[in-house]
Every structure is written in C-alpha cells, then in structure tokens.
C-alpha cells in the first residue's frame, strides 16, 4: 500500500460512472478554452515552427529530415512535425493539437502519480489532472503559443511516476524520450543522480537514456541525416541567446550588469548553478543514507528495517517527489539565459506535491503560477508588460523554492527520527 495518512479513509465512496463521466466533462472543457485559442498565430510560429512545418512539406515530408540543418529541434519533435503534413489540417492547428493531446497525457500521469497516495480517493486524484490541465501556463502553452514543453515534461512525470512504482529501466527510458524532445529536461536530471547514490535505481538503468535518445535518432539516420549533427544538436543551442534572462523569474532579475559583460557572468553562472545543484544533490543523498540508519536503529530486536535490507536507505514517495519539485524549480531558476517557459516542469510537479502535502504546501503552486504565468504576460501581452516587475515574479519563485526546500528538509529530519518513519513506499508498499 503506498503512503496514506491516518485522516484518509480507506473505502472509496465514488461511483465509478460519475468519476468517468466527470473526466470527461473536464476533458471537453479543457479541449473548448483551447479552442477558442486556436487562431492565435504566436511570433515562434511565424518564424520558426511554421517555416520548418512549410520546409518540411516542400520536400517530401519525411524525407525532408535527410537533413535537419533547417531546425535546432531534436529529430523526435521533426518526426511529429512531418507526419502532420499528410494530414489535411493547417499547420497551424495540427502544431497545436499535438501540444493539447499531450496536455491530457500530462493530466493522465499527474492522475496517476496523485492516485499513489489516495487510492481510495479518485476524486483527489481527478482534481489534481483537472488543475493541471486549467493551469494558466499549461493552457496559454499549448493553445495560445503552439509550444513543445508538454511533450516532454509528460515524459518527464511519466518518468517519476514509474520511479515511485520501483520501475527504474522505465523511467530512464521516459527520461531518455523527455531528452530527446527537449534539452530542458536536463532540469530534472539530478533526481535520477540522487536516486542512483541512494540505491533507489540501479546505475544499469541509466543505460536507458543515451539508448533510448539514439534510438529515436535512427530513423532520420537512415533517411539521410547526418548522426553527428543528431547527436550534437543540443551543443549548438547554448549559444543562441546572451541575455542573462529572457522574460524567466530567475535570481538573473536581481542582476545588472553592463551588456559587455554578460558573457563573463553568463559563464561563471553556469560554473555556480552547477556547483549548488551538486551540493543539493550531495545533501540529498546524505539526508537519505542518515534516514536509512534511522531505519535500522528503529527496528531495535537486531534486524534491519526492510528499506535498508533490500540495500538501499529509507527513502519516501513523499521525498521523491519534493526532490523533483526541489530541482525543477532550482535548476532553472539558477541558470542564466533561461526563458519564461522553462519552469513549465515546475509548474506542473508544484501542484503534484500540494496534493501529496495539502496543509503545508497548498500555497505552492499558487506562487509558481503567479511568478510563471506572469512572466508570460510579458511575451503574450506587451500591453500590461509596463504594469509587470520581474524582479517581483523572481521572488515569488524565490519563495516557491523556500517552501520546498524547507517541506523537503522537513521530510528528511521526520525519517531521521526513529519512532517517526512512513511506512515502506513504492512498489513493495503496493504490495504491503
């Protein structure tokens, strides 16, 4: 059985008709609002996604991609993008309806991660899928801007959803598909890092994701396609903005420095986001390996606790997943030249962890959609961007990543303490 507090009841009350029925009616009133967005033709559309999707029917659809020289997308977004062209809808909504169906794969995965901790209680779980496909970035990506990020952070909660279901080599291959998508999955690297020191994973599994990536490159290989080119695509990206930050409510709103040095401190923020996430990560697995000889001491007749006899330290679905938000919101807002969009992951996986800790973190998502969402404003409405202050939506996320940081700590210290561990998690738990 997964984790479920002493204040959940263990017999569900709901029909399964009214629940089916209720989803729905979610779904046709999610798929309705972005309708209404569908004409909306977004500045990256006019001059990238459109010229490429234009690019790509000119020369024979799927065998335009004998070169991608055209895009700085990965193949796997190019794969979609071509088969769209032998369907007869405009390329406008075909890029748009790609972005919605993955809207309710994200909601499917955020369901299914929630329905963890209540399994008696779908409705808990339903209403966490309805917020997120309502939330005002999740919307405005898809319907208003025809973005990618839902394609690859459904792969990415897909991933974690089979991490707290013990199913390691699936999860990396999710992770490894999330990649190849989009170089921003790397935001959420560092958990499977954290998971692989604390033996949660095995190191093996990993394998999946630069098998997994390749993979998907294969068949742009055999069209054509230069395997270096593949390979590197994401190496040539960095380079392409010089801003400190573009539109994103990172730390960079809180620095000003002349536009002939931002080169210099661009560089020298990549060195210190890397060394700070590498010392979360290294708290990380000392908090879990301490938690795990809590463990040990507490079963007190001389055995070992069974976390730590199956080889790894204690370690919570809870944890797990205030890992994620942890590094969702932390990576990006340390990085320099990080755009409004990237803290999509975040937005998502903020609402996850306010249902699995609704007292102390409610108010969570509430902050990470005030400080994205209104970064937003500042592409999708030029005329309130004078009315908008970055700064005030860095601190916002600021405080978001407070929040975590001290639940996650919280969460920690309670495992340390030996009369006061959770129960066994993941899929041993299911099976409790």
């Known amino acids: 059985m997964s984790e479920i507090t002493a204040e959940e009841p263990r017999q569900s009350t709901a029909d399964p008709t009214v629940l089916i029925l209720a989803a729905m009616a979610a779904v046709m009133a999610a798929l309705s609002v972005r309708i209404l967005m569908l ?28 070169g991608t020289g055209f895009s700085d997308y990965n193949v796997p977004y190019l794969y979609l993008m071509a088969a769209l062209t032998y369907l007869p809808v405009a390329a406008l909504t075909g890029i748009k309806c790609v972005s919605i169906l993955f809207d309710l794969a994200l909601a499917y995965y955020t369901f299914r991660i929630v329905s963890l901790r209540s399994p008696q209680q779908p409705w808990r779980a339903l209403g966490a899928a309805v917020i997120v496909l309502f939330l005002p970035t999740v919307v405005t990506n898809s319907g208003w801007w025809g973005q990618a990020d839902a394609i690859f952070t459904t792969f990415l909660v897909g991933g974690v959803y089979h991490i707290l279901r013990d199913r390691p080599w699936w999860a990396c291959s999710f992770f490894g598909i999330a990649l190849a998508f989009k170089l921003q999955a790397v935001f959420l690297f560092p958990l499977l890092l954290v998971l692989v020191l604390a033996r949660r994973i095995p190191w093996r599994s990993l394998l999946a994701l630069p098998a997994v990536y390749v993979a998907l490159d294969i068949p742009a290989v055999l069209l054509g396609s230069d395997p270096w080119q593949l390979l590197t695509v994401y190496a040539r990206q960095p380079d392409t903005y010089k801003d400190l930050t573009l539109n994103a409510p990172s730390v960079y709103q809180f620095v000003s420095v002349p536009f002939e040095e931002q080169d210099a401190v661009r560089h020298a923020g990549v060195l210190v986001a890397g060394a700070l996430v590498l010392v979360l ?122 929040a975590v940081l001290r639940a996650t700590i919280g969460e920690f210290r309670r495992s340390w303490t030996p009369g006061d561990l959770e129960p066994a998690t993941g899929a041993a738990a299911l099976t409790a």
């Open 39 to 66: 004409d909306n033709e977004s500045t990256d559309f006019y001059y990238f996604l459109g010229p490429w999707y234009q690019y790509i029917a000119n020369n024979g659809g799927f065998h335009a991609l004998s």
């Open 281 to 402: 990560i290294g708290l990380a697995v000392w908090a879990i390996h301490r938690a795990g000889g809590a463990a040990a001491l507490k079963a007190g007749d001389g055995r070992e606790a069974p976390a730590v006899r199956e080889g790894r330290p204690e370690l919570t679905d809870t944890g797990i997943l205030l890992l994620a938000a942890v590094f969702a919101i932390a990576v990006p807002f340390l990085l320099p030249s990080m755009h409004e969009r990237y803290f999509y992951v975040a937005d998502v996986i903020s609402v996850i962890i306010a249902f699995q800790l609704p007292r102390r973190l409610w108010y969570v998502p509430v902050l990470v959609q005030l400080s994205s969402f209104g970064s937003y404003l500042k592409f999708i409405a030029p005329s309130v961007s004078p009315y908008l202050s970055m700064p005030a939506h860095g601190a916002l996320m600021l405080l978001a990543l407070i």
